[in-house]
């Protein structure tokens, strides 16, 4: 919040950006309350995180601003007349200014396109294996301040389109990878390799994942199990060489002193390192177990993840994966989640949930809770591109869910993805799912189509 300013005695007339968007205002009087905006515009012209021209022209019946040499408001008001013309700022803002200059004429400082035309090409011609020579030095010397400015210049501009060109990057691998995880689930909707979809899922993040060799790892500790169990064992038996071959042989276990790493929630590096998360650990027994023809699924508990033992013959058993594959009994799981709901449900509803927590997490809830662990990571560290991407995958996951739409419009708008957004709204507004307030998203529409007129 800092601009030029055209003073007379309490009132101020000031040019200033304001969070990428250009503002004049008139101040009426000595508080900073007392302001009327007479334009507020958004201009190509203008350079976020770079120095900028501002030139304000006061004229007898308008005045003209200027951003880098191009005019961005006209205005007509005429509160504001004469005075003197400085410097201000808001207290707690901080800015630069440097060449602040006043006079009825002020030439541009900025370099002719002839000298910018003849750097950009000798930029263009630079070697990108090993310095530049003396020669390009010296033939770039008789322009004087012009050049370092430009080169400067044309520093930041290829040094931000590497950036966007490594978040195409980013942006098409995530997609590419989404695709896979959608064939993947389309093949049998609610029976799919979770192995594989949870694989893909830590791939999104990390291209360099070899799915398939990560299978191929998890198929020989099988082949490596079996050699453990004998012909004709029983299910408990084998399940018990698992536990045994698992956590005693191989050391996987739950992981204590860096609990909300994002590696915990990547499946590939959970076998790499040999800890994780309950549910990452849950996943990786759950598939070691269906490939050794025992039945065990995935109990999603508030605030923990567990699996059930559920045999052909003999009693179910909870399994606490996290915790060396040790019995968890159904009054301590049923304790558990009454602790974690206490004070939020009545007794009725308390006990009715306890009974659906208990339930078996089909596959996609599963990736949707991996997801969502991520995702709790990225917001902790601010990450708005993880954030899109673990929502825009719960999507291709679950492409009904208004919770995640939501978010997701959230998340589009406040990263300045308007378009995006706008898909989204009009999605909902299509489908009209049940919860959805539709004066509340019509009028979101109208004021995002104007954000995006401006």
């Not at 098409?172 to 979809?197: G, N």
Request: charged fraction near 30%; glycine fraction near 4%; aromatic fraction near 6%.
């Amino acid at each position: 919040r800092i601009g030029l300013s055209l003073r007379r005695r309490q009132q101020a007339l000031r040019l200033l950006p304001e969070n990428g968007r250009l503002r004049l205002t008139r101040f009426n009087g000595p508080s900073v309350y007392q302001w009327k905006v007479l334009q507020e515009v958004s201009h190509k012209a203008y350079v976020p995180n770079d120095w900028n021209d501002l030139k304000v022209r006061v004229e007898a019946e308008r005045i003209l601003c200027y951003v880098n040499d191009e005019l961005v408001i006209e205005s007509t008001d005429s509160g504001l007349s004469d005075g003197a013309v400085g410097l201000c700022k808001f207290r707690n803002s901080e800015g630069e200014f440097r060449r602040f200059r006043v006079g009825q004429d002020l030439n541009s400082d900025r370099p002719s396109e002839e000298i910018v035309k003849r750097i950009t090409e000798a930029v263009a011609s630079l070697p990108v294996n090993r310095p530049a020579g003396n020669e390009v030095v010296e033939k770039l010397l008789p322009d004087g301040m012009s050049t370092t400015e430009v080169l400067l210049r044309e520093a930041k501009l290829l040094e931000q389109r590497a950036q966007r060109i490594r978040e195409l990057a980013v942006a098409v691998h995530a997609r590419r990878t989404q695709q896979e995880l959608a064939d993947e689930i389309a093949k049998k909707p609610e029976e799919f390799d979770l192995l594989r979809a949870a694989l893909l899922l830590s791939r999104i993040d990390n291209e360099e994942v070899d799915v398939d060799v990560y299978l191929d790892e998890v198929n020989q500790l099988v082949v490596d199990i079996k050699s453990e169990i004998a012909d004709g064992a029983s299910e408990q038996d084998r399940l018990a060489t698992l536990d045994r071959f698992l956590f005693e042989h191989l050391g996987f276990h739950g992981s204590r002193t860096n609990y909300y790493h994002r590696s915990n929630s990547y499946l590939n590096e959970v076998i790499d390192d040999r800890e994780g998360l309950p549910i990452t650990l849950s996943v990786l027994y759950m598939e070691l177990a269906r490939r050794l023809d025992l039945k065990v699924v995935g109990v999603g508990i508030p605030g923990h993840f567990v699996v059930r033992f559920e045999p052909e013959v003999g009693d179910s058993k909870l399994i606490d994966v996290f915790e060396n594959a040790s019995p968890m009994t159904l009054e301590v799981a049923q304790a558990t989640i009454r602790a974690r709901l206490a004070g939020q449900v009545d007794k009725e509803e308390m006990e009715r949930l306890v009974e659906t927590f208990l339930v078996a997490s089909p596959p996609k809830a599963i990736l949707l809770r991996m997801l969502s662990n991520l995702r709790s990571v990225a917001e902790e560290d601010r990450d708005l591109d993880s954030i899109l991407r673990y929502l825009d995958t719960a999507i291709v996951i679950d492409p009904d869910s208004l919770e995640n739409r939501a978010r997701r419009i959230d998340m589009r708008i406040r990263s300045g993805r308007i378009s995006e957004a706008l898909v989204d709204i009009d999605w909902m507004l299509d489908k009209r799912p049940e919860g959805m307030d539709v004066n509340q998203v019509l009028q979101m529409r109208a004021e995002l189509e104007a954000r995006l007129q401006q």
